[in-house]
T-cell receptor
Framework: AQSVTQLDSHVSVSEGTPVLLRCNYS??????LFWYVQHPNKGLQLLLK??????LVKGINGFEAEFKKSETSFHLTKPSAHMSDAAEYFC???????????????FGKGTKLSVIP | GAVVSQHPSWVICKSGTSVKIECRSL??????MFWYRQFPKQSLMLMAT?????????EQGVEKDKFLINHASLTLSTLTVTSAHPEDSSFYIC???????????????FGPGTRLTVL
């Protein structure tokens, strides 16, 4: 079984300061990990993904995340927050479902990022 | 590439009526499509998984007779909410995955969502 825990339901930062959104996962196999962003009343946009290649993954809009197997973490960071970064962020794990030979996504509960001018 | 569309983006209906939501993969063939439901300020919950030409697999607690899913082609899946009631009001999001079920490339591409309001 796989699961995702986003440690903060709400993060508030000032514009221009660093962003850290925390995510821990559990997985029976070698997982793929994703971060998605959702703006109000919009669908999900992929920020970045980890699929067993480089552990430091760079995504769009200046975001990056580091896969740390020993800590079972995949935290999302950005050096300098912009007002347009205010949105809901979801950490997602994808793993082979047992016996099915197919992959299923499991979503974290989300972290709302607020950016203060 | 890898664009998924949904139609309509927003629908209001009366209680007791049925609503159909379409999900299309515009530039790739989707072997598998997924339907999610998202309540306000909550995460996405998987409702069902459908493979082209076969019956959908529903998650526990999802009524298959209420949420009818048809995956008629490699680019189209539909979700029909039958006899809708106010508690069915939600944001419904579809996603599509390309590649075979055994592929290690398992990224899903998400549609923009459909906001359903049942009066």
């Amino acid at each position: 079984a796989q699961s995702v825990t986003q440690l903060d339901s709400h993060v508030s930062v000032s514009e221009g300061t660093p962003v850290l959104l925390r995510c821990n996962y559990s997985s029976s196999y070698s997982p793929s990990l994703f971060w998605y962003v959702q703006h109000p009343n919009k669908g999900l946009q992929l920020l970045l993904k980890y699929t067993s290649a480089a552990t430091l993954v760079k995504g769009i809009n200046g975001f990056e995340a580091e896969f740390k197997k020993s800590e079972t973490s995949f935290h999302l960071t950005k050096p300098s927050a912009h007002m347009s970064d205010a949105a809901e962020y979801f950490c997602v794990v994808s793993d082979r479902t047992s016996g099915a030979g197919s992959y299923q996504l499991t979503f974290g509960k989300g972290t709302k990022l607020s950016v203060i001018p | 590439g890898a664009v998924v569309s949904q139609h309509p983006s927003w629908v209001i209906c009366k209680s007791g009526t049925s609503v159909k939501i379409e999900c299309r993969s515009l530039d790739f063939q989707a072997t598998t499509m997924f339907w999610y439901r998202q309540f306000p300020k909550q995460s996405l919950m998987l409702m069902a998984t459908s493979n082209e030409g076969s019956k959908a697999t529903y998650e526990q607690g999802v009524e298959k007779d209420k949420f009818l899913i048809n995956h008629a082609s490699l680019t189209l899946s539909t979700l029909t909410v039958t006899s809708a009631h106010p508690e069915d009001s939600s944001f419904y999001i579809c996603s599509a995955r390309r590649g075979t079920s055994g592929s290690t490339y398992n990224e899903q591409f998400f549609g923009p969502g459909t906001r359903l309001t049942v009066l």
